[in-house]
């Protein structure tokens, strides 16, 4: 079982920064892809980016140049800086990770709690 953990959210004001962590724990065998997803009230859940194991990042729209993604392999950790936040950055922020663990080869999905993000005057 492998278990996800979200960490520094908070309220800011608009313009400011933020750094989310996202550490997994668990008998993980191989990472595939992690990756950040939101979900404001009443919208659904989006993808705000992506990283795969080679590196390679995706981002949404609505967040490239102001949000990086980067990773960690040696603490099991993946990141997203949050620059410039604007007010409809406000959401709960999730980490999925897609993985094989030791105990079974078959590539699995698992999300973290999520992590409250408020942009606020």
């Known amino acids: 079982q492998v278990q996800l953990v979200e960490s520094g959210g908070g309220l800011v004001q608009p313009g400011e920064s933020l750094r989310l962590s996202c550490v997994a724990s668990?008998?993980?065998?191989?990472?595939?892809?992690m990756d950040w997803y939101r979900q404001a009230p009443g919208k659904q859940r989006e993808m705000v980016a992506s990283?795969?194991?080679?590196?390679?990042?995706n981002y949404a729209k609505s967040v490239k140049d102001r949000f990086t993604i980067s990773r960690d392999n040696g603490k099991n950790t993946v990141y997203l800086q949050l620059n410039s936040l604007k007010v409809e950055d406000t959401a709960v922020y999730y980490c999925?990770?897609?993985?094989?663990?030791?105990?079974?080869?078959?590539?699995?999905?698992?999300w973290g709690q999520g992590t409250q993000v408020t942009v606020s005057s």
């Open positions: 999925k990770w897609v993985v094989t663990t030791e105990t079974d080869p078959v590539l699995e999905t698992y």
């Open positions: 668990g008998s993980i065998s191989r990472i595939y892809t």
């Open positions: 990283i795969t194991t080679g590196g390679r990042t």
